[in-house]
């Protein structure tokens, strides 16, 4: 063996070596890559979430129109009220316990309907804020992810 295949098989196991780094490198990148397209798709999830939680929002906020329609019941009532009151003469319990079961009811049903409007908006805040955290976290991972691909690229195109 001489000096020249020395030095060829010295190259040849440094090119080796190199093609067993590249090799990894690749192999890592795939995977960095792998991770990125998951994460677009968990961007793409969390997107449709939010526009899920959006058009909740405007199905609740839309709905605000509970207590018009109470106030629009309890004016009827009180009509009927009145009515029954002047047909009356002067059976002025039963109109008075017709009011009172009806400021019952409506103060009742006034709370329920608070308590849950309460109850929705804090849950919609809550999404809110979590989806908002989900988007930047994904928006930073995203670009991280990109500007890897561009260098390897760059890698690549030098080779």
């Given at each position: 063996?001489?000096?020249?295949?020395?030095?060829?098989?010295?190259?040849?196991h440094?090119l080796?070596?190199?093609?067993?780094?590249?090799?990894?490198?690749?192999?890592?990148?795939?995977?960095?890559m792998?991770r990125?397209?998951?994460d677009q798709?968990e961007?793409?999830?969390?997107?449709?979430?939010?526009?899920?939680?959006?058009?909740?929002?405007?199905?609740?906020?839309?709905g605000?129109?509970?207590?018009q329609r109470?106030?629009?019941?309890?004016?009827?009532?009180?009509?009927?009220?009145k009515?029954r009151g002047?047909?009356?003469?002067?059976?002025?319990?039963?109109?008075s316990?017709?009011?009172?079961?009806?400021?019952?009811?409506?103060?009742t049903k006034?709370?329920?309907?608070e308590?849950e409007?309460?109850?929705?908006?804090?849950?919609l805040?809550?999404?809110?804020?979590?989806?908002?955290?989900?988007?930047e976290?994904?928006d930073?991972?995203i670009?991280?992810?990109?500007?890897?691909?561009?260098?390897?690229?760059?890698m690549q195109?030098?080779?």
């Amino acid at each position: 063996m001489n000096f020249e295949d020395v030095r060829l098989e010295s190259q040849l196991h440094q090119l080796m070596d190199e093609k067993a780094q590249l090799l990894e490198l690749i192999e890592h990148k795939n995977q960095e890559m792998s991770r990125a397209i998951q994460d677009q798709n968990e961007l793409r999830r969390v997107r449709l979430e939010r526009d899920h939680l959006v058009q909740q929002m405007q199905v609740i906020t839309g709905g605000d129109n509970t207590r018009q329609r109470l106030s629009d019941m309890v004016v009827q009532l009180q009509s009927k009220l009145k009515e029954r009151g002047a047909k009356s003469d002067g059976g002025d319990t039963g109109s008075s316990d017709l009011r009172k079961e009806m400021r019952e009811f409506a103060l009742t049903k006034q709370k329920e309907l608070e308590k849950e409007r309460a109850e929705l908006k804090m849950k919609l805040t809550m999404a809110e804020v979590k989806l908002k955290g989900m988007e930047e976290y994904m928006d930073k991972t995203i670009k991280e992810y990109q500007i890897e691909i561009v260098n390897l690229r760059n890698m690549q195109g030098r080779r």
